[in-house]
């Protein structure tokens, strides 16, 4: 009987993907000019511990300052307590669920997944209408490398100068750049030791020059040379030990911040000298909460809750607050709106800002799965007052071994907790097993500390989340309640099957004419994205567009294109020539 339900799963999924989906670009571009430049600032790691959420720990002026002039969401959630599948779906509009990319491996290559063949990454649709795009930071994105994501990139590696993000675009286009901060990543907050253990593991090129010159860099910074914060004034949350020790690696995760804010505080006054600031719509955000125990892989406010500041030239109020329950999902199709674009309806995500807004949400979903060997399976809702967390590996301990998590010096502290009971009152939430189910009432809880499942008094509230739980996970489809394993196999396109995406066609295919003529270019593997170039004669500088509907050619040159489907390889470029001899 499973295998038979298999088998039904792999026709279900081959049948939706190798549908002849083709790029249809013109249902979701509005081709005139668009006058407003995208600027995404990325921060890993990170949750709202920032002075202008109310924690002044240290002073983050240069965020406060962006928020001063900016509207500030308060209720805003990841998909995902990682960055991975959290990227996936900011970058797409749909759940990772749906695209396969609930899964992380951390300590090798990330599986290679067949996504339905209508869902790109959104930065695709921007091309197409016009943007120059481009990406900077040294994170693993999904559904690999392909060509039409981006215009550039480029990485921290390449210096800090973050003009490049929108410098080298076309006069006259404007552009979208995101720019990734890697400052508050997990690997920082580690005690120097660790750190030098850990990185040859993360960074598989460092070589011992490359991992001393990380390690200087971050402790020789004006930062943490200049910036002392005494242990007295960390406040740790209750769920975890109060000593010295964790409150050190809550000092590191403090510096790192002051870093990052200087970061962004770099960018922003790059971007108003070169006077972009005015025409520049902003988002500065983190994917999932932060990298210290009890934060980012937990479904907790701590791991998946994050600051989400928006810049809307003529649209978000200066100093605006909101507390409107707010998906990440939700970012791209916001910004296409807000630049005039449609949304293709494949995406999950809703409109909150600007220009034809949903309605407010009622609830966010964010779920866990497999983190390298830790195969998870933790999902979770939230209204304003409750949230729900479904633990369907109860068996799993909290602290199960997974990825940097046992370097922090936190960890070996709450273990001793957990042998002597009577060292701390403190609280054994993530040194006891995992209820199956837990509800906390974020208002009056948001340390999420007392699980009212456990309490009869709370049933009905209890009834009430199991219900929009239930509403929320059946809404996503795709691979939600399917085992890894069955997701991979109904992607599998066969033994001995090798994907490459077909060479595009050309029509009409080269050759000379007397006036100018229409051209047009399809591709016959489904989901292709199909990019063109024109060369006139004499020129070999490739600049790639992306192709959207057909257009007219009336100039001696050659017309290069090339396609690409996630999780095939690239075509190979078919290159044909054009020769006119116009009547003047």
């Known amino acids: 009987m499973r295998k038979a339900c298999i088998y039904i799963l792999l026709l279900i999924y081959m049948l939706s993907a190798c549908e002849k989906k083709e790029s249809d670009y ?77 899964h992380v491996s951390t300590t090798g290559k990330q599986t290679e997944i067949l996504p339905p063949a209508e869902i790109k990454i959104f930065t695709e649709y921007l091309r197409a209408a016009g943007y120059h795009c481009s990406f900077r930071g040294d994170v693993v994105f999904p559904f690999g490398e392909a060509f039409t994501m981006w215009n550039e990139v480029s990485s921290h590696e390449d210096g800090k100068n973050y003009r490049a993000a929108w410098e080298n675009r076309p006069e006259g286009k404007p552009f979208f750049s995101t720019i990734y901060l890697s400052q508050t990543k997990e690997q920082n907050n580690l005690p120097k030791e660790q750190l030098e253990k850990i990185l040859p593991e993360i960074y598989h090129n460092f070589s011992v020059e490359d991992i001393k010159k990380y390690i200087d860099e971050l402790y020789s910074s004006e930062e943490y040379q200049n910036i002392k914060i005494e242990p007295s004034k960390i406040k740790t949350p209750d769920y975890l030990s109060k000593s010295e020790t964790v409150k050190k690696d809550f000092i590191k995760m403090y510096l790192n911040i002051k870093r990052l804010d200087n970061e962004v505080g770099k ?61 990440l999902i939700d970012l791209a199709p916001t910004l296409m709106v807000n630049l005039d674009m449609r949304t293709p309806d494949y995406m999950q995500g809703q409109v909150f800002i600007g220009k034809r807004i949903n309605d407010p949400r009622a609830h966010v979903f964010a779920a866990r799965d497999r983190i390298d060997n830790a195969d998870e399976k933790l999902r979770c809702v939230s209204d304003k007052q409750f949230k729900y967390i479904k633990n369907y590996t109860s068996t799993i301990p909290f602290d199960e071994e997974v990825e940097l998590l046992p370097l922090f010096p936190t960890i070996k502290v709450m273990e001793k907790v957990s042998v002597d009971k009577q060292l701390e009152k403190a609280t054994d939430k993530f040194i006891r097993k995992k209820p199956a189910e837990e509800l906390y009432d974020l208002k009056n809880d948001p340390l999420e500390l007392h699980n009212l499942a456990e309490r009869d008094y709370f049933l009905n509230d209890l009834n009430k989340m199991r219900e929009l739980y239930a509403e929320a996970e059946a809404s996503i489809g795709g691979f939600i309640d399917t085992p890894e394993k069955e997701m991979l196999l109904a992607m599998d396109p066969g033994e001995g099957v090798e994907l490459f995406t077909d060479i595009p066609k050309i029509s009409p295919e080269g050759g000379r004419f007397g006036k100018a003529v229409e051209i047009s270019i399809s591709c016959n593997t489904a989901g292709a994205s199909i990019a063109y170039a024109i060369l006139p004669d004499g020129e070999t500088d490739i600049q790639w567009e992306i192709y959207q509907k057909p257009f007219n050619l009336d100039r001696n040159c050659t017309l290069l294109t090339k396609a690409v489907r996630y999780g095939f390889e690239e075509s190979a470029i078919r290159s044909v020539s054009y020769t006119f001899d116009l009547v003047q």
């Not at 249902?27 to 790691?45: R, S, T």
């Not at 999932?288 to 998946?304: A, E, F, Q, V």
């Open 267 to 327: 960018i922003l006054t790059q971007l108003q000298t070169d006077k972009l600031d005015e025409n520049t719509i902003i988002f500065f955000f983190s994917e999932n909460g932060r990298g210290l125990p009890g934060g980012k892989r937990w479904l907790y406010d701590d791991g998946i809750k994050v600051p989400l500041i928006i810049k809307i030239p003529r649209v978000t109020p200066a100093g605006g607050r909101s507390e409107q329950l707010i998906s």
């Open 26 to 102: 013109k249902d979701v571009v509005v081709v005139e000019k668009q006058e407003l430049n995208v600027l995404w600032i990325i921060a890993e790691d990170l949750s709202p511990n920032l002075s202008c959420y109310g924690d002044n720990t240290v002073n983050t002026k240069n965020i406060d300052r962006f928020a001063a002039g900016s509207l500030l969401y308060t209720n805003a959630y990841s998909t995902s307590p990682f960055g991975y599948p959290s990227r996936s779906a900011i970058f797409t509009g749909v759940f990772p669920h749906l695209t396969g990319t609930q």
